[in-house]
């Protein structure tokens, strides 16, 4: 808008500057005529610089205003960020952090297949044990927790094709820390995994309707 405003009125100031050097005619009627174009020239003139100078001061107010709304935006987001530094979601009451993770140990018993149905109504999934650091960390809080006959429902499965499986993603459980002999399949029905209590929480098969079992969910934090 500012080059918009400023060109005209540069012209029209040029426009009068050139009026007032053009030589006048010795005639009355010529003099009178080119004094009437200069001053309209410079009625014109000033007009515009006026018009401009109320369009920039305009906008310069505006500017103005956005620059400090911006700041105080800018100010706020700020105060927020340091606030919320080194601070990150906590897990749920009733849950237990791990590296990002969150993890529920369930009071009851239940089967394998409504545990599944428990974790996903509290936003999570059947337990998936990725390295022995977090499952060395499961172990010791299960220890701590409710010790349920049998110990906990986890995640792994193997209903498909015989090959153990997370349930919360598909994919192939490539860490494990089976007890002695497990899995066994014992009976070919076997299908669903615990952390066994009687195996200091080592892992074993079992069917999936075995009783005395809590379950752990987990989410991400």
């Known amino acids: 808008m500012y080059q918009l405003c400023c060109f005209p009125a540069r012209l029209a100031v040029e426009t009068t ?16 005529t080119s004094l009437q174009v200069i001053n309209r020239m410079t009625l014109f003139t000033l007009f515009v610089v006026l018009c401009c100078v109320s369009v920039i001061t305009s906008e310069t107010c505006l500017g103005q205003k956005e620059i400090s709304l911006i700041s105080t935006i800018e100010s706020t987001l700020n105060t927020l960020k340091n606030s919320l530094k080194g601070k990150s979601a906590e897990c749920p009451s009733g849950w237990k952090e791990y590296k990002k993770h969150c993890y529920y140990t369930s009071p009851g018993i239940t089967t394998w297949y409504e545990a599944e149905k428990l974790c996903k109504q509290k936003g999570g999934y059947l337990a998936q044990i990725t390295d022995s650091a977090e499952d060395a960390w ?20 193997n209903f498909t094709d015989g090959k153990w499986r997370w349930i919360n993603d598909s994919s192939k ?49």
């Open 17 to 32: 500057l050139l009026a007032h050097k053009t030589p006048r005619f010795n005639t009355n009627k010529s003099s009178t």
């Open 138 to 157: 499961v172990a010791n809080m299960l220890r701590r927790a409710v010790q349920h006959r049998h110990g906990y429902w986890m995640g792994a499965e």
């Open 173 to 221: 459980v490539q860490y494990t820390h089976w007890n002695l002999y497990e899995p066994s399949n014992s009976g070919g029905v076997e299908h669903c995994a615990h952390f066994w209590r009687y195996a200091n929480y080592r892992w074993n098969d079992t069917h999936c309707t075995q009783g005395g079992i809590g379950y752990l969910c987990e989410k991400i934090k």
